[in-house]
């Protein structure tokens, strides 16, 4: 029997505050995935972590940012020697990714696979004569005309599919073919086993973002359409934003064998149709493992597997998990004994722990321009330039968060769209159209696509020249995986990152953290002319000023992570309303509830970044303007705006599906 119980619970700031929890009374769960709670002291520290989760989305209490503290604390919290000690503003530096150190006592029996550098290249051809592969799958990997196996390739599928016995974890760097080092073990078991339950799921393939999901879809239509004779192995993706009796009804038609998914909508099938299709799968996948788990879906998958496991036909430790991931971290590693079934698990690193992280054939290039707003004009002279050079020029571009991406779309849209075609991409885009834009570029010879971080992961584009980055990335992980979208497949490629002279503290943190060192640098020189044609682009004023708080905001969220000077950077950031309107006095006009919203009402460099008038005033002008203020009361816990209204944050972290979960915080654009 399940009791619903208000348990009085302390909490710091809260002195009459209480949680409502879902408590089990009774051992006997319905759904074996499902975990007891009984103790206040273990729900108390489950709030506690969800209070104090690094975030700095404010409270619920203020209503917005608390500017003394980005990490989630309230009071109490004092400022060590001001915000120009970078070292003790900073999180303490991480350890060296490279060096891995497993906790044998969190593993299960853990098996290293010993790497041969020496080695001569094993080659698709050797996989068929030595009966690793059947000949139907040779047939159409060959066809697909690849250069070679790639290393990752050639150290994990022979694995794979030989020691039948063992889980797997994966470790290899973004950009170097993942997605056919499990589709290719994947499908010659769906050959080896083909009048074994013909008509069931046998491979489960889950990954972070649907975005992702449709493009491993996609990988398995390669296959299918290169040898005809595997078309009987049917696959479907099941993510969110697509209709799920639709997604249902396709199931029962096509009766795959391999489901790959968002973990979301997996849970959602599994609960209403498990037993229907799911009794005798024989592969589960993790795919950007890491990702997953900075999401936040770490109990989604654990849920994940032991449903799938007690839904088994043959035996609740049948499934086989193959992990990949580009960091083995803690986290990573605790999942991994969570979900694993088998008594041992071999460990395949495809990294030498003397590489950088980033992709080796990246030529990594760094402009530093003088002003926040420079790096609009500098990114808008680099594309120029390369389309006199090639007008075959293809290129992706990373920005901060939603409103900036839409805001430099419009703006290059007028400055090339006779020349390239200009494709927006981000999270608030819904997932048709989505999906269409992905095909449209990747079929385009050339053309720019200017998005947020949705795009940074698992994403392939055929013939990316480069990417370029304006400002920073919301983590160090993902400057590694933005500008892993081009040198794809063996190719070489070429990055440029846009930054001013107060975000170089990024660059110094990427070298101490990651070892990747950006050694082409080169110096923005200001062009005013072209500064005049940008400002006559401008139209609504009041967007650009919505554009530069949303950007303002993200860099709050970042600013101890990579040491940045928050007296200088900001205001940097905010005079650049001005500067992008020709008018360099002009200041952004808000007013205290916004500077509440932002948390630094009670700041002095408030005064010194903005017009500062009263709310009633800002919103009589912006009505006339037929612009819409956000809604007031509009805000979920902990200040957190909810979804329902057009701002800056594009999240990708997936909330709770029932309130007995803590809560989850993502990051900005994911």
Known sequence: MLGLY????????????????????????????????????????????????????GNGRTGGYNFNNTRGQRYNRHRQDGYNNRQKNRREPAKDPNEIEFDEATLAKLIRVPI???????????????????????????????????????????????????????????????????????????????????????????APTRDLALQIESEVKKIHKNNYGLKKYESIALVGGTNLNYSIK???????NIVIATPGRLL???????????????????????????????????????????????SKDH?????????????VQKLSNN??????????????KNEPEAHEKIDQNLVVSEKFSDNIYATIQHIRSQLEQSPDYKAILFTPTVKFTKFISQILQQEFSRDLPILEFHGKIDQRKRTNLVKRFKQEQNGLLICTDVGAR??????????????????????????GRTARSGKEGKSVIFLCKDELPF????????????????????????????????????????????????????????????????????SSFGELLNEPERKITVDNYMLEKMGIARNPIAKDMFTIESHRRIREERDEDGYDMPAEGNRARFGRRSNNNNDSFDSNQRYSRNNSRSQRFGRFDN
Not at 155 to 167: A, G, R, V
Not at 339 to 352: A, G, Q, R, Y
Not at 458 to 483: C, K, T
């Open 319 to 331: 499934i086989r998990t193959l992990l990949f991931s580009a960091t083995l971290d803690e986290k």
């Open 507 to 574: 660059v110094h943190t990427l070298e101490e953290e990651k070892n990747i060192i950006i050694k082409n640098k080169l110096d923005y020189k200001t062009n005013e002319k072209l500064s005049e044609e940008i400002s006559e682009h401008i139209n609504d004023v009041s967007e650009l000023s919505d554009v530069l708080l949303s950007i303002i905001s993200y860099y709050r969220t970042v600013m101890k992570e990579y040491g940045f000077n928050m007296r200088k950077l900001l205001p940097q950031i905010a």
């Open 6 to 57: 208000r348990l009085p619970l302390r909490v710091a700031g809260k002195p009459n505050g209480f949680i409502s929890r879902l408590v089990v009374t009774n051992t006997t769960l319905l759904r074996p995935a499902r975990r007891t709670i009984v103790s206040t002291s273990v729900l108390q520290a489950e709030y506690r972590r969800s209070f104090n989760r690094t975030n700095d989305r």
């Open 116 to 206: 041969d550098h020496e080695a001569a290249e094993l080659t698709l051809n050797q996989l068929l004569e030595e009966n690793v592969i059947d000949k139907t799958l040779f047939k159409s990997i060959d066809r697909m005309k690849f250069d070679g196996l790639t290393p990752v390739q050639q150290k994990t599928i022979k694995p794979i599919i030989s020691d039948t016995e063992n889980d797997v974890i994966a470790r290899a760097k973004t950009g170097t073919g993942k997605t056919f080092a499990f589709l290719i073990p994947l499908f010659q078991h769906l050959i080896n086993t083909s009048r074994d339950s013909q008509y069931m799921v046998k491979a489960v393939i889950v």
């Open 339 to 352: 979900i694993m079934n088998k008594e041992s698990c071999l460990f395949i690193d495809t990294v030498d």
């Open 268 to 314: 959602d099938v599994l609960d209403k149709f498990g037993d229907r299709f799911f009794k005798y799968v024989d592969f589960k996948v993790l795919d950007e493992a890491d990702r997953l788990l900075e999401i936040g879906f770490k109990e989604d998958l654990e849920e994940i597997s032991t449903i799938l496991n007690g839904l088994n036909g043959k």
């Open 250 to 256: 396709k199931m029962n038609n096509l009766r795959p």
């Open 458 to 483: 698992g994403m392939d584009f055929p013939n990316v020249q480069e990417v370029l980055q304006i400002g920073v990335p919301s983590e160090l992980a993902n400057y590694i995986h933005r500008i």
